[in-house]
């Protein structure tokens, strides 16, 4: 009797004698793939916790801080099904609720556990038809706090699928869920804060292709991952457990990208892309883990409408331009040769409906101009004129990485000469290698740098927490607004040498040229400074910030700046001119030098050198 008695611990939980053993279920609540799929980060101190926000989703009570105590809770729970057949299809059984726990512990343990019967589950996998995943890269939005570094869903591909079928797929998309009154500042504070829930979602692909590639004018990168049948499946097996799941929402970090990697981890075990996301989840940088770890191909592009308008206006002249304008009224043409004739029609149509999306136009009028355009289209019995537009020769994939590392030396005129260490957390600025980003574009997120003398002495010279500007020229078929932003700390030459300022500014304007090759700008600027300088603290300044910047090649960008600003409490201007050269030494090096003249208080006259990492 006390023989067997003794062997009780190692049937602990078996619907089999010696199936498994306690100490099993203890080695797989550590294992990597269980806290994939109880999305379980480590503390310092070894502890874990999930990200998953929602009790709901746990099956023990201390199972958001306890692996192994949501394992045990899990296989009982199988277990208690395994002893109690069910009659009836039951969607609500644990076995049903959590299939991708289902499927690893069934192979693991080797139990004889009989497979769920689950109705719901079924009808979904039926209408997803599903045999592959494809990574959808849309580029980033500079008019949508959420979608500055860009965005990133997974669609389903179907069994049946063929390019012409791709829209009818559906997608899988993870995006906050915002609040309808907050505004866009709001939006972006309470999302960097996390105040915001975080959901998966299924939905038509087509839908999203609508909202970015049409409503958006953004670009799509379309990525096919190299995952197996049953690999998908078990994607498809966790993405069901987390119906109805939130998570805290963050921008930088635990955003779309990173919880689109955590997903896919559950594919295959032993797949790794989420580690190195501890601070900042960039969605280009998340695109390159997938490349790193051979699961993404060379991927398709779909230019976005407003590219593809771009790109028809550039094959036109002036006059078929006008012309276009003319039939988008009713106008039509009647002189020129047939392609010409079908040229303005085509465009017309295309800019028309480029309008109704941009602007919001009535449906109930555009609706019917979009149809008699068609119509007259039809009756020209010729092919299209226009070619479409080539793909960018570098993907996002493909560009620099997101964070920086620099060392340089700064000569001043006035004060001390300074060794300089600087880091940026993300992601680019418009002197930095445009391949794979959106030209005319920057987005410098904790832009930090330090200054060390020949005394040892450290100043922070310079803490940006943001940096951005929208320099979309105005084009023939384009009226667009620039703007930039920015806020932190940097240092101002006074009476005495450079004091600290902290400050938040702004403006908007216009942009002229050619983002890839030649561009200009010039934005009317508001700031509210605070000066560290005695009996001169706050100040408001009002006044003109413009600036030229020249891509001469691919490794080769040169701008200029300046800077005018009336500082009204002080009764001073504020100003600062600045020429820069920066040279691509490759995708992830850079070497840049740039000659400072700025004017506050007195003038000061500085030359920087740097040497860029991009990591």
């Given at each position: 009797?006390k023989?067997?008695?003794s062997?009780l611990?190692l049937?602990?939980?078996s619907?089999?004698a ?5 100490q099993?279920?203890v080695?797989l ?5 269980w806290?994939?799929?109880?999305h379980y980060?480590?503390?310092?101190t070894?502890?874990f916790t999930s990200l ?7 099956v023990?009570p201390?199972g958001?801080?306890?692996?192994l ?7 009982e729970?199988?277990?208690r ?6 009659s009836?299809?039951?969607d609500q059984s ?11 512990l069934?192979q693991k343990l080797h139990t004889?556990w009989p ?8 009808l979904?996998k039926?209408?997803?038809n599903?045999?592959g995943?494809t990574?959808v890269f849309p ?19 179907a069994k049946?699928?063929?390019r012409?079928?791709?829209?009818v797929?559906?997608a899988i998309?993870?995006?906050a869920t915002p609040?309808?009154?907050d ?7 309470k999302?960097?804060?996390g105040?915001?829930p975080?959901t998966f979602s ?7 292709v609508r909202e ?12 096919a991952l190299?995952l197996?049948?049953?690999e ?6 966790h993405?069901?457990e987390?119906n109805?799941?939130e998570f805290d929402?963050?921008f930088?970090?635990?955003n779309?990208s990173?919880?689109?990697l955590a997903?896919?981890?559950?594919g295959?075990?032993?797949?790794d892309l989420?580690s ?5 989840a ?7 883990v997938?490349?790193?770890?051979g699961?993404?191909?060379?991927p398709k592009y779909r230019?976005?409408?407003?590219t593809?308008?771009m790109h028809?206006?550039?094959q036109?002249?002036d006059q078929q331009?006008?012309a276009?304008?003319a039939?988008?009224?009713g106008q039509?043409p ?8 079908a ?9 028309l409906?480029f309008?109704?999306?941009?602007q919001a ?9 979009l ?9 020209l019995?010729t092919s299209?004129?226009?070619?479409e537009?080539a793909?960018p ?10 964070s920086r590392?620099?060392l340089?030396?700064?000569y001043?005129?006035h004060?001390?000469?300074q060794a300089?260490?600087e880091w940026?957390v ?5 002197l930095?290698n ?7 574009a920057q987005?410098s997120f904790?832009d ?6 020949q005394?040892?002495?450290?100043d922070l010279?310079?803490l940006?927490?943001l940096d ?5 020229p105005d084009y ?6 620039s703007?930039?932003?920015?806020a932190?700390?940097?240092?101002q030459?006074?009476t ?7 400050f938040?500014q702004g403006g908007?304007?216009k ?9 200009a700008?010039a934005?009317?600027?508001s700031?509210l ?5 005695q009996?001169?603290?706050l100040?408001?300044?009002?006044g003109?910030e413009?600036g ?7 490794e080769?960008k040169l701008?200029l700046?300046a800077?005018?600003?009336?500082q009204w409490?002080?009764?001073r201007?504020r100003?600062k001119s600045?020429?820069?050269?920066h040279?691509?030494l490759s995708q992830q090096?850079g070497?840049?030098?740039e ?5 506050w208080q007195r003038?000061e006259l500085s030359?920087t050198l ?6």
């Open positions: 009797m023989f067997w008695l062997l611990p049937s602990v939980f619907s089999t010696f199936a498994y053993t306690q099993d279920l080695h609540s550590a294992s990597d793939y806290h994939t799929l109880g980060q480590s503390g310092v070894g502890s998953v926000d929602s009790p709901s989703f746990f023990s201390q958001k801080d306890d692996p105590a949501e394992l045990n809770a899990t296989v729970g199988f277990e099904e395994a002893k109690q057949p069910d009836s299809p039951n644990l076995s049903c609720r959590y299939p991708a726990r289902f499927h690893w069934k004889d497979v769920a019967v689950c109705p719901e589950q079924t979904w039926q209408a997803l599903p045999k995943l990574l580029t980033a939005f500079m008019n949508s706090p959420s979608s500055m570094f860009g965005h990133t869903l997974l669609r389903v591909d049946d699928q063929n012409n079928r791709e829209l797929a559906f998309n993870f995006a609040e309808s009154n505004n866009a500042f709001l939006y972006a504070a999302g960097l804060f105040n915001y975080g299924v939905m038509p692909y087509y839908r999203k970015y590639n049409d409503l958006e004018s953004r670009d799509i990168w379309e990525y190299n197996d049948e049953e998908v499946q078990q994607v498809l097996r993405l069901w987390m109805g799941v929402y963050y930088i970090d635990e779309c990173y919880q689109l997903l896919l981890e559950a295959r075990e032993g797949l989420t190195g996301f501890d601070y900042r960039i969605p280009s940088d998340t695109v390159k997938l490349r790193e770890n699961l993404i191909e060379i230019a976005s409408f407003g593809r308008l028809y206006a550039q036109l002249d331009l006008l276009a304008r039939a988008m009224t039509y009647t002189e020129g040769s047939l392609s010409e004739r040229a303005i029609l085509e465009m017309a149509y295309e800019w409906n309008e109704f999306y941009d136009l009535a449906r109930e009028d555009i609706a019917p101009q149809q008699k355009l068609l119509i007259a289209r039809s009756k019995n299209s004129p226009f070619s537009p793909r020769a570098v993907s996002p994939d493909e560009g620099h990485n997101s590392l620099g340089g030396y700064r001043s005129h004060d001390a000469d300089l260490l940026r993300a992601y680019h600025d418009l930095d445009a391949g794979g980003y959106i030209p005319g987005i904790f930090l740098q330090l200054g060390v003398d005394d040892g002495d450290v010279n310079q940006y927490l951005a500007m929208s320099l979309a023939r078929v384009f009226d667009s607004l703007w930039n932003i920015r932190g700390y940097d240092r030459p006074d005495t040498g450079l004091t600290g300022r902290y938040m908007y304007g942009s002229w040229g050619d983002a890839n090759r030649l561009h700008y934005l009317v600027s700031e400074n605070y000066f560290d300088a009996d001169e603290n100040s408001l300044g009002l003109m413009s030229l910047v020249w891509q001469a090649n691919e080769h701008a700046s800077q005018g600003l009336y409490d002080a009764m201007w100003t600045q020429a820069s050269w040279w691509a090096l070497l840049r030098t000659v400072t003249y700025q004017q003038d030359s740097r040497f860029f990492v991009y990591l």
